[in-house]
Nanobody, 124 residues
């Protein structure tokens, strides 16, 4: 599976951004897909994930503000980010894997396929 993340940019606090993760090849419809984010000097942080079934998982820091969704026909996963805050500033990565078990969805090492990352900058 090849992943291409897009949609990042700069926004003021309180604004919204929608990220897309486009997949090609592989068996995307059976894959769990997640978004992680990373700032310089810190480890990659789990943001949200969606199983092939559509079941979703969120980090506490984004619950109620971010929404993950998927369109298997288009091989896309979307991350709608609302009420953005400066602490949401990071490079956002999408990741996918067919073999992730539910208990490991929040772990970066569970995912074999990664997109290239897209920068989101939130100014106060």
């Amino acid at each position: 599976v090849q992943l291409q993340a897009s949609g990042g940019g700069s926004v003021q606090a309180g604004g919204s951004v929608r990220l897309s993760c486009a997949a090609s090849g592989g068996t995307f419809s059976r894959s769990a897909v997640a978004w992680f984010r990373q700032v310089p000097g810190k480890e990659r942080e789990f943001v949200t994930a969606i199983k092939w079934s559509g079941h979703t998982f969120y980090a506490d820091s984004v619950k109620g503000r971010f929404t993950i969704s998927r369109d298997n026909a288009k091989k896309n996963v979307y991350l709608q980010m609302n009420s953005l805050q400066p602490e949401d500033t990071a490079v956002y990565y999408c990741a996918a894997d067919e073999r992730v078990i539910q208990s490991a969805l929040r772990l970066a090492r569970s995912y074999h396929y990664w997109g290239q990352g897209t920068q989101v900058t939130v100014s106060s």
